[in-house]
């Protein structure tokens, strides 16, 4: 992912608007330093029982990741933007019936990483497929 451009001030001779740049400089340094602005998404991303490696891509180590899991799947409940779900074109949110018993598995983040630079490692208690947000 491309790093973000630095903010660039420019010197001027009206104060008011060099006092509102300096404001604007200090906003963009605290959104740049915080490590969710470079996260990433990734779309469904088929885990299995056991200990998964996922390759994030960041480029970098990773810091945290948020994991989505659904807790049941129904038929056209899940549109083509989904991470879940396989596209039907059926908007967000629409319900049908139930295709399977519902999503028991669980993930969460591995105790041992063993290569933050590449991969997040995730357990899983059975075959899921899951929405990720590293950063």
């Given at each position: 992912m491309p790093a973000a451009k630095q903010f660039r001030r420019i010197q001027t001779t009206d104060q008011a608007l060099n006092l509102i740049q300096d404001q604007l400089q200090d906003l963009f340094k605290q959104i740049l330093a915080?490590?969710?602005?470079?996260?990433r998404p990734l779309y469904q991303v088929k885990?299995?029982?056991g200990t998964n490696l996922v390759q994030h891509g960041l480029g970098r180590p990773f810091v945290d990741c948020y994991i989505a899991v659904p807790t049941a799947v129904y038929a056209g409940a899940f549109g083509s933007n989904s991470p879940f779900g396989a596209p039907t074109g059926v908007p967000f949110g629409l319900g049908g019936a139930p295709v399977d018993t519902p999503v028991t598995a669980t993930v969460a983040l591995s105790n041992v990483q063993?290569?933050?630079s590449n991969y997040v490692a995730l357990v899983a208690t059975g075959a899921v497929t899951a929405g990720l947000f590293i950063f």
């Open positions: 915080n490590p969710w602005t470079y996260g885990l299995v029982a063993p290569d933050r």
